[in-house]
């Protein structure tokens, strides 16, 4: 039986135990971890995963349950677990399945690459990222030194006939260096990401790891001040991807983003153009359809500084009125769809980094973020995280700096861009987000 | 009745061994959830799963060679086995003959919640939004979650060891929003335990209650201070600052890669004599607890700081071997999905002798912090951050206005050192603990704590 069968499967299933409609989701796949360490392999692994997850609608009640078996009476007992939790929950009127239900043409999700790598120079290439960042000189450890990969296939059928899969797979690796020692002691990150390892470029991953930890050795803690602020992509990426989930309908709607009530309202510089694009080839989430059947596509969501549209899937964009952006997304099948972002892009601009720093003159570039999602009220957008990186004085990276605080709210902040980088980068952790760096006019820093 | 018939998991034991190892073990699980919740007034999201799996892994040296499967059938046990094996090259291994399992002392379950209706459990969310709302007319939004697990592990491995445990979670969890004026603020709240659904029969809605007087409390918030304060943290998840800021650091993998800022230090006065502190896997009932950990060694309390002296680190079987000690019970992971890697359990400081009252009295200027909105810590160098989701200034010995955006900075070794009072109130609150992917339920906890100075990065000017 193929992926798309056991999918159907299961919505006859639930419809044969009384649901009004039914949607499923299964999937398949294999995934590979390698994580060495001073030269020898620490660790390696090899999973094979499956599942299918059941969403159930009756009365206008709504039910989810899943399971890890695909045989044909466990998929039958899955559907009709689905089909029981439904019983309890409120009825919503807003509930069910989309109108129209397709698959975009997205090229190049799954790379045949990947499968012709055999595991041996797969552990080549974390070797390769270890020694890249354990050669440069005043790196004391590599900590972390992984390459992993994942192929899979996901299929979703649903009772209005839809029925479609695709297959993607994708390969990451990345390093974590230590320069300094005691309680100098300093970490950097390196990171890189593709369809297949052919294009990881170890030198390039375990080289920005050992940069990183570098660039914070010596680090105190800076004085406490109001300065312009350049966020470098990781830490841009970390700030959008935050900001892109309080863009979900879903946030908004239940009151919990600081967004709400502001669509086309100017809550951006001019110079700042953010869109949800799961249509790019390269993008980590990019899919054909999107995690109830809708066709994805790219949507805008700050243009010229405005706020055009919040992200919505079928349940959202009923309660509001709209059509969904296809912004419906699943984690996994144990999860039901809720609205998410795909891969957020920030628009790059046309400055270096230098040109960054020089524009800024006198203040901080931000290289690291802590405590984030812990640090930031989602309601009313002010935040206070713990940050290091380096001061910039007279238009240069100068010393390094630690222990200190960025605070200032999410819209100031949005408002106060000033410039943005040229070069752009995909960061694949806190969802995934397409960012270059950028210029923040002036945030309060709070040292010593 | 077993997951894994013993005589099978002999078999898959030496197939995984066929090509070489020291070590081989597979874990075997059975877990089933369910969760639901309550937004808006309205029940929603009901939620049910099954899952079956296992994880096999094989040690050669330093190297853990390790794969996992959904599903538990003959066939799916051997060919992971086989998959396994494949990344070595060495001599076949005989595993030792599998002892009779060992069916671990589990903790007391009064009400398995998997029998409990599913309307009820909605029935008590309904209580509990309108508990929340009831607390004042600010009241905007509450949103309480409940989940259950039931999750039965076996552990079989090379050295003959087989045992099994069988663990019941209960958690419900509220987040309450207030407005006022244009002003919007959260609060929240969680109560959980290895415990059955007896956990949430006396006073639930206390849950949604307090979250809901967090959130009034803020309201009335003023902007937090900055610079270098006395600080007085609160007792039950005000301990997150230990598990954070000292606890990974105490973690051996950390430790061995000298990631770990406390490697190295055993023996250490690295705090006042009246700081003690421990991780307990056994305590009863409490939310981080099980009988065994994921390696199959019982839990035990480990005392980690005695008397301001470090005493241990937190091992499981594989770094144990590594510094010649036993496991300290602390091998966990999230699912079979996993490797075991040193992860607390319910870790806490032991109660001293003072009252919150006191160690307030002692601080002219200074910042309560009775509540984290959750935290981030560098284990190699100690330095973290914390945001405060609670907290009020202290002025002239008295707990005053609340604030709001407070956050705390510093650094683990010098805040330890900094402890100058602890009081008598401990209490465990419950987390998930998040470290390499995984995510495992862990108990957070003390009695109040005073730190004579720590960097509060604040809102105001």
Redesign the interface.
């Known amino acids: 039986m193929t992926l798309e069968d056991t999918a159907r499967r299961a919505v006859e299933a639930a419809l044969a135990t009384g649901a009004s409609e039914a949607e499923a989701w299964a999937e398949q796949g294999t995934s590979r971890r390698i994580r060495v360490?001073e030269g020898?392999?620490?660790?390696?692994?090899?999973?094979?995963?499956?599942?299918v997850g059941v969403r159930a609608f009756a009365d206008g009640r709504?039910?989810?349950?899943?399971?890890?078996?695909l045989s044909e009476p466990a998929v039958t007992e899955?559907a009709e677990?689905?089909v029981?939790?439904?019983?309890?929950?409120?009825s919503?009127e807003f509930a069910g399945l989309p109108e129209q239900c397709g698959t975009t043409s997205v090229e190049g999700l799954a790379s045949g690459d990947l499968s012709a790598w055999s595991?041996e120079r797969k552990v080549e290439l974390a070797l390769a990222v270890e020694r890249a960042a354990r050669e440069r000189p005043g790196v004391t450890?590599v900590?972390n030194a992984v390459y992993s990969d994942a192929e899979g296939s996901i299929a979703l059928a649903n009772s209005k006939g839809f029925s479609a899969g695709y297959e993607a797979t994708q390969a990451w690796a990345y390093a974590s260096a230590?320069a300094g020692e005691?309680?100098?002691?300093?970490?950097g990150l390196g990171v890189g990401l593709g369809r297949d390892p052919g294009v990881l470029d170890p030198e390039a991953i375990g080289g920005e790891a050992a940069e990183r930890a570098l660039a914070l050795v010596g680090a105190r803690?800076p004085p406490?001040r109001?300065c312009p602020v350049v966020l470098d992509a990781f830490v841009a990426a970390s700030f959008i991807g935050f900001i892109g989930s309080m863009l979900s309908a879903d946030a908004v709607q239940?009151?919990?983003s600081l967004f709400a009530d502001r669509e086309g309202d100017e809550i951006a510089a001019a110079v700042l153009a953010l869109s949800d694009d799961a249509t790019d080839p390269a993008g980590p989430s990019s899919s054909p359809f999107d995690g109830e059947g809708s066709p994805t596509r790219r949507t805008p969501l700050i243009e010229d500084g405005r706020l055009l549209t919040f992200l919505f899937d079928v349940r959202t964009a009923r309660k509001a009125g709209r059509s969904t952006t296809a912004n419906a997304s699943r984690g996994s099948y144990?999860t039901?769809p809720s609205v998410g972002t795909s891969n957020l892009t920030v628009q790059p601009g046309s400055a270096s980094l230098e040109g960054l720093f020089r524009e800024a003159g006198d203040g901080l570039y931000v290289t690291e973020v802590?405590?984030l999602?812990?640090?930031v009220?989602?309601?009313?957008g002010?935040?206070?995280?713990?940050a290091s990186g380096r001061l910039i004085e007279n238009g240069e990276a100068a010393s390094p700096v630690?222990?200190?605080?960025i605070?200032s709210d999410l819209v100031s902040m949005l408002l106060a861009v000033r410039a943005l980088g040229a070069e752009a980068r995909w960061v694949p952790f806190g969802g995934s987000v397409k960012a270059p760096p950028i210029l923040i006019a002036e945030m309060?820093v709070?040292?010593? | 009745m077993s997951l894994v018939e013993p005589a099978l998991a002999e078999r898959v034991l030496e197939r995984a061994l066929a090509r070489g190892g020291s070590f081989a073990e597979l874990y075997a699980e059975a877990r089933q959830g369910f969760s639901l919740s309550i937004d808006d007034s309205r029940v929603e999201r009901p939620q049910g799963g099954r899952e079956r799996g296992a994880c096999l892994r094989v040690i050669s040296g330093e190297s853990s060679y390790y794969g996992h499967v959904d599903g538990l059938a003959e066939e799916d046990l051997l060919r992971v086995a086989d998959s396994v094996a494949q990344g070595l090259r060495e001599e076949a291994r005989v595993p030792a003959a599998l002892a009779a399992i060992e069916r671990a002392p589990g903790h007391a379950i009064e009400t398995p919640p998997d029998g409990v209706p599913a309307a009820r459990k909605a029935d008590l969310l309904r209580a509990c939004d309108e508990r929340a709302r009831q607390a004042a007319s600010e009241v905007t939004q509450a949103h309480i979650g409940y989940g259950e697990s039931h999750r039965q592990v076996e552990v079989f491995n090379s050295d003959g060891r087989a045992a099994a445990d069988d663990r019941t979670r209960v958690r419900l969890s509220a987040q309450v929003v207030a407005r006022r004026d244009g002003r919007v603020e959260t609060g929240t709240d969680t109560l959980g335990g290895h415990a059955g659904w007896e956990l949430l029969e006396e006073d639930p809605e206390a849950v949604p209650e307090r979250a809901a007087r967090r959130a009034l409390t803020l309201l009335d918030a003023v902007d937090a201070p900055t610079g270098r304060l006395p600080v007085v943290v609160g007792n039950g998840f005000g301990g997150v600052l230990l598990h954070e800021a000292v606890g990974h650091g105490l973690e051996a993998d950390a430790v061995q890669k000298r990631a770990s800022v406390y490697a190295g230090r055993l023996g250490e006065e690295l705090a006042e004599p009246l700081v003690t502190a421990y991780d307990d896997g056994r305590r009863a009932n409490d939310w981080g607890s099980d009988g065994i950990d994921d390696e199959g060694t019982p839990t035990q309390r480990t005392t980690i700081i005695e008397n301001g002296r470090l005493v241990s680190y937190l091992y499981d079987v594989l770094r144990a071997r590594k510094d010649g000690v036993h496991s300290t019970g602390n091998g966990r992971r999230e699912s079979f999905r996993h490797l075991p890697v040193p992860r607390m359990t319910n870790t806490f400081f032991a109660p001293g002798e003072a009252t919150p009252e006191e160690l307030i009295e002692g601080v002219d200027r200074g910042l309560y912090a009775v509540s984290f909105g959750g935290g981030q810590v560098e284990p190699a160098t100690g330095d973290f951050v914390f945001g405060v989701s609670e907290g009020y200034l202290i002025e002239g010995g008295k707990v005053t206005a609340p604030v709001r955006g407070a956050t705390l900075v510093g650094n683990g070794v010098e805040a330890l050192r900094a402890i100058d009072g602890i009081a008598s109130d401990l209490e465990i609150a419950t987390g998930y603990c998040g470290k390499a992917g995984q995510s495992v339920p862990a108990g957070v906890g003390q009695p109040h704590v005073r730190i004579r100075e720590l960097t509060v990065g604040g809102t105001a000017s």
């Not at chain 1, 630690?402 to 605080?405: A, I, M």
């Open positions: 360490y020898e392999v620490e660790s390696l692994s090899d999973a094979g995963g499956r599942g709504s039910g989810y349950a899943y399971g890890t078996d899955t677990a689905a029981e939790a439904a019983e309890v929950a409120d919503d595991t450890q900590e230590f005691g309680s100098e002691l300093m970490t803690q406490s109001r239940r009151g919990r144990r039901p802590a405590g999602h812990s640090g009220n989602p309601v009313s002010t935040f206070s995280v713990g630690r222990e200190l605080t605070a309060s709070s040292g010593s």
